[in-house]
């Protein structure tokens, strides 16, 4: 089939890596696209969030498939623009995203299905809203309630950086619309895991989980990102979680949306914190993560067209997901400044010499081509990849990979999976009590 990927980032960079080599999948195109994508297949450009220009591109373009990554495009219902048209899709439409693009909403769900969560409250002015902050008294949890590319979460023991954040969202334009109302909730200490589905309405079927590292820099410090590593999988997590986790909390927040008349096809993430009281949602994402997906999907050894085309078509009973024994450690290495300002433009070096190494692979996030010559055009700009026999072999392998790629402020975490690895490297039981995300 002729598959047609929406986005441009790094977790769309593995998805259609992840098509590219897929038996089902003939020829890729993928909009808007980026150099490593293009390497891959067609590139064309279109708006990706607008749902005539994207229907136009799938019609231009033979379309047999159409999957979606970022969330942006998913709210504001490209999904449906598409299933209208008759394109099989891989994302749900508004109604379903809105699990993602509002966090009252998906609160409300939950509290519906008695999905265990933190206790919370959303606020559009702020002086209710500093109230409840003393109500629960720190750390403190301030979201924007809609989509803030990651970056509208801040979790602090300091009530004035909390009331900064308050005004961030409430009383000023940093967030625009998405920061018009604030969900504040109750911390909760624990250890956090992610968990991707696939589902097509009815079923749903888990992959493997994975932990991501929020924070920009070591030893979990700085600023919420989009995300700065993530490994596969998880020594943690208890036996069976996934399973528990899909009966407990995906298939009744799914069937509490079909109830509602919203038909959910895709994949969806549940954002984990392993409590002392047992599992608890921090939040859900109506897509792939990002970067769980690249480390996923780099572990994945069945048909992931396949598997998309499934879901998109309601027949996902049909699928099976297999993946391989080895560890995955993916790296992010972004522009200096960010998640805050920081520059475009700058040449990338080294990403064939780091894609040559055995077991690694390096997806494009925020890069542009200019003259011929590779640049930095955003925050997050390569995900490097490694597998390896154990996640001290994955690690050590990323890190290689990493070290033979340059752009000017290039930055990067150096502890993803290190306890992981330590303890492993070590031969002990595996404590991740001190882990870092």
Not at 48 to 63: I, Y
Not at 70 to 75: D, G, Q
Not at 113 to 142: I, K
Not at 148 to 168: I, M, Y
């Amino acid at each position: 089939m002729r598959a047609l990927v929406l986005g441009s980032g790094g977790r769309e960079s593995a998805l259609a890596w992840a098509l590219h080599r897929s038996a089902s999948v003939d020829e890729l195109v993928a909009c808007p696209g980026n150099p490593g994508m293009a390497q891959l297949g067609e590139v064309v450009d279109a708006d990706p969030c607008d749902p005539q220009s994207v229907v136009a591109t799938a019609r231009r373009v033979g379309a047999e498939l159409v999957v979606i990554g970022p969330e942006a495009p998913l709210v504001a219902g490209v999904a449906d623009g598409l299933r209208e048209a008759g394109y099989p899709v891989f994302g749900p439409g508004a109604r379903g995203a809105a699990l993602e693009g509002s966090k009252a909403f998906a609160k409300r769900v939950m509290e519906r299905t008695n999905v265990p969560t933190a206790s919370w409250s959303a606020f559009d002015s702020l002086e209710p809203a500093a109230r409840y902050l003393d109500e629960l008294g720190p750390p403190y949890v301030v979201k924007a309630d809609g989509l803030a590319a990651g970056k509208g979460v801040v979790v602090t023991e300091s009530r004035t950086e909390a009331l900064d954040a308050l005004g961030d969202c409430l009383g000023g334009t940093r967030f625009g619309a998405a920061g018009a109302r604030v969900v504040i909730e109750e911390f909760l200490a624990g250890q956090e895991v992610s968990l991707i589905a696939l589902t097509d309405g009815r079923r749903v079927l888990p992959l493997e989980e994975a932990r991501d590292y929020k924070r920009v820099h070591d030893g979990d410090r700085g600023p919420n990102t989009g995300g700065m590593g993530s490994y596969s999988p998880v020594p943690m997590c208890p036996p069976g979680l996934a399973d528990e986790i899909t009966a407990s909390v995906l298939e009744p927040v799914l069937e509490a949306l079909a109830v509602d008349g919203i038909d959910y096809a895709g994949a969806i993430y549940a954002g984990l914190m392993l409590t002392a009281q047992g599992p608890k949602v921090l939040e859900f994402n109506a897509r792939f993560g990002d970067p769980e997906t690249q480390a996923l999907l780099m572990r994945l050894t069945s048909d992931f067209g396949d598997a998309c085309r499934a879901c998109a078509t309601g027949d996902l009973g049909s699928v099976r997901l297999t993946f391989g024994q080895a560890a995955s450690v993916c790296v992010v290495l972004a522009s200096g400044g960010y998640p805050g300002t920081y520059r475009t433009g700058l040449p990338i070096t080294g990403v064939e010499a780091a894609r040559a190494l055995q077991g690694v692979e390096v997806f494009h996030a925020g890069t542009a081509l200019r003259d011929g010559v590779l640049t930095t055009a955003g925050g997050r700009v390569l995900a490097v990849v490694a597998l390896g026999e154990d996640h001290a072999a994955a690690r050590s392998r990323a890190y290689e990979a990493a070290a033979l790629i340059d752009f000017e402020g290039k930055q990067l975490r150096t502890d993803i999976a290190l306890r992981v690895a330590e303890r492993r490297a070590h031969g002990a039981e595996v404590d991740l009590s001190r882990e870092m995300t």
